[in-house]
């Protein structure tokens, strides 16, 4: 931990130096873009402002006044009593004075203008300094000739007198014919002496800055490399006391393990036998309970056959009474068999069959539950309808139990004075198929449709056919095709179970699902 302290303490002064370093230069760098923009600026400000001031002159001056002042000059002697010259003397003058120019400004005019005939040569005329009225000028730039008729700005040219900006502007006659120009010029190093003052006072506090930084930074890196020995110190302390502390984790880690194979081997081979025993005791009580159906169903089969017997055979010499408690015997004795085959499939483990999935027809399944409640409906006279119902894969006992509970409870449930109708309608929904069940019935109330998919619930018609099994077998069968049924009711008008299957591929005949015809019974 200390060797790589020091390789780390190291590197931070490296990384601190070459910071610094970098620092230096991007602010030399930044100086010397400054210094350049700083005179570029400053060079087309002052260019704007002599062109200003020559606009402004050439506004002033009569152009009439100066062709005739240089046309009539005879000597510069000539030129102390002329009041022209002095007036636009005087005006060059207090220009000069109220800008703070530091070179005269002057005008100029083409060479031979006084015979008709201009030349390129330029002269000089009226001036805010000295006398130089026809004086021919030899330092002129090539922009002067160019531009005479329009004027313009001069930035930076060099003659025998230094460096300058100039702007002039033409002194135009009323037919818009320039007769001279107004010439103001600076001197280009006045302005420069500026910015450079600017820029060493900008470097002075740059520098002042920089060494402010450096000497945090220094400060800082020793505060940081201070603190952080400190901290390497502890955390070596703290290393060596988590490494004993681990070390004696790991073996009571390492027993810990052992103890917890040990008790996992243990409880793996009591689940084993316990998953025997709890395989044995199913398969036990499969056979209890197809044992105990039977035996159950022998007796009940005999006292409801000698029941029927002893109707026939005594016939007419049967007294009311009598009649009546053997048809109770007899119905009594057909409901406990139902109870026990509803039990009976009620307590079989799910999945607990050798049959295969196949395509299921619904509407054979209603054909055969017809044919299994024919006593029922002929009885009841129910009437029974659907429309075209599709195929589904699964398996048949299933839908006819289905379908047989569902039926068999709008007729149990019918009432008394009318015709029960039965109609079992169906309707896809996407990938779903929604089968519902409605009837004319006496309905449920309210308070019985919270609890009507309980087992051994019966709706509150305790007097009614049904042992209550027979809507909870129900539910398990539309939760093993991963479906669910509703219900929805209204006393005394009828009541609806909707059953919603996932829909599954079915064998096609024409192009269209195979299914029944709608027809009533």
Not at 303 to 321: C, H, M, R, V, Y
Not at 376 to 388: E, L, M, P, R, Y
Request: aromatic content about 8%; proline content about 2%; charged content about 20%.
């Amino acid at each position: 931990m200390a060797r790589s302290f020091d390789r780390f303490s190291r590197y931070s002064r490296g990384l601190l130096v070459l910071s610094l370093v970098t620092l230096s230069l991007v602010m030399a760098v930044m100086l010397s873009h400054f210094y350049q923009q700083s005179i570029h600026k400053l060079e087309k400000s002052e260019l704007k402002r002599l062109s200003a001031v020559a606009k402004t002159l050439s506004l002033q001056i009569s152009a009439d006044e100066h062709w005739e002042l240089s046309c009539s000059a005879q000597s510069v002697d000539s030129l102390k009593d002329s009041p022209t010259y002095e007036s636009m003397h005087e005006l060059l003058k207090f220009v000069q004075e109220v800008n703070e120019l530091s070179t005269p400004i002057y005008t100029l005019y083409r060479e031979g203008i006084c015979e008709g005939n201009p030349s390129d040569g330029l002269i000089f005329g009226v001036s805010s300094g000295d006398q130089l009225l026809g004086q021919k000028w030899e330092s002129a730039t090539n922009i002067h000739y160019q531009q005479f008729e329009t004027g313009t700005q001069v930035p930076e040219y060099y003659d025998e007198h230094g460096h300058w900006l100039s702007a002039f502007e033409p002194i135009l006659n009323e037919d818009g014919e320039p007769i001279a120009v107004v010439q103001v010029d600076e001197m280009f190093c006045s302005f420069v002496q500026e910015t450079r003052a600017e820029l060493v006072k900008g470097s002075l506090l740059s520098l002042f800055i920089l060494f402010v930084v450096c000497a945090v930074f220094l400060l800082l890196n020793r505060l940081i490399l201070r603190a952080m020995n400190q901290i390497n110190t502890e955390l070596d302390d703290q290393v060596a006391e988590r490494t004993e502390a681990l070390d004696e984790s790991n073996q009571a880690l390492a027993k810990l393990n052992r103890d917890l194979e040990n008790r996992v081997r243990e409880r793996t081979s009591e689940l084993k036998e316990l998953n025997l025993q709890l395989s044995k005791s199913n398969k036990q009580l499969q056979s209890f309970a197809h044992v105990v159906s039977h035996d159950l169903k022998a007796p009940l089969k005999t006292i409801n056959a000698f029941g029927q017997l002893l109707t026939e055979s005594l016939g007419k010499d049967l007294k009311t009474n009598d009649a009546q408690f053997l048809s109770y015997i007899n119905e009594s004795s057909r409901q406990m068999s139902v109870l026990i085959s509803d039990i009976l499939q009620h307590s079989l483990p799910t999945g607990e069959t050798d049959k295969r999935e196949e395509i299921v027809r619904l509407a054979e399944v209603v054909e055969q539950v017809k044919q299994s409640l024919s006593y029922a409906i002929t009885q009841s006279g129910a009437v029974i309808s659907h429309n075209q119902l599709p195929c589904m894969s699964g398996y048949k006992s299933d839908f006819i139990q289905l379908f047989q509970n569902l039926i068999s409870n709008s007729i149990n449930y019918r009432k008394a004075t009318v015709t029960p109708v039965i109609n079992i309608s169906y309707e896809a929904l996407g990938d779903r198929h929604q089968i519902s069940f409605s009837d004319n019935g006496v309905g449920i109330s309210e308070s019985a449709l919270a609890s009507i998919f309980d087992l051994f619930d019966r709706a509150g018609r305790e007097d009614s056919e049904g042992h209550g099994i027979g809507l909870t077998t129900c539910c398990q069968i539309m939760e093993r095709y991963n479906g669910s049924i509703a219900v929805s009711s209204e006393q005394h008008v009828g009541t609806t179970f909707t059953c919603t299957f996932v829909a599954t591929p079915c064998p096609m005949i024409g192009g269209a699902l195979v299914a029944a015809d709608k027809h009533a019974v």
